[in-house]
């Protein structure tokens, strides 16, 4: 899972990973959130979703202390990372005032 995880936040686009549980409520309610925010912003943003107890050692490498965690990669960099839920607004703001995109 690590060198797939290196490929994908190395891309030029920016890459924002969801830390997720199914068993965490506010992660359910980031979900829609989340479509939202790719609906909106399309191609300018790859989002993937990773479920922390089938991902034990990313999460950890990765220092995932609760749920859910949403980290932004471009270039392998992390430019932005945040626990908890956020509205679509922040979300979209924070993707774009972060990344050079």
Do not use: H, Y
């Not at 912003?41 to 859910?68: C, F, W, Y």
């Amino acid at each position: 899972m690590n060198s797939s995880f290196d490929q994908l936040i190395n891309s030029e686009k920016p890459v924002l990973i969801d830390f997720f549980a199914t068993w965490c409520g506010p992660c359910q309610m980031l979900g829609p959130i989340l479509k939202e925010v790719k609906d909106q912003l399309g191609d300018r943003v790859s989002i993937i979703k990773i479920d922390v107890d089938k991902n034990q050692e990313l999460a950890a490498m990765q220092q995932v202390r609760g749920v859910p965690t949403m980290l932004l990669f471009q270039n392998g960099k992390q430019l932005w990372r945040q626990s908890g839920v956020l509205s679509k607004e922040e979300i979209i703001k924070n993707i774009l005032d972060k990344s050079n995109n």
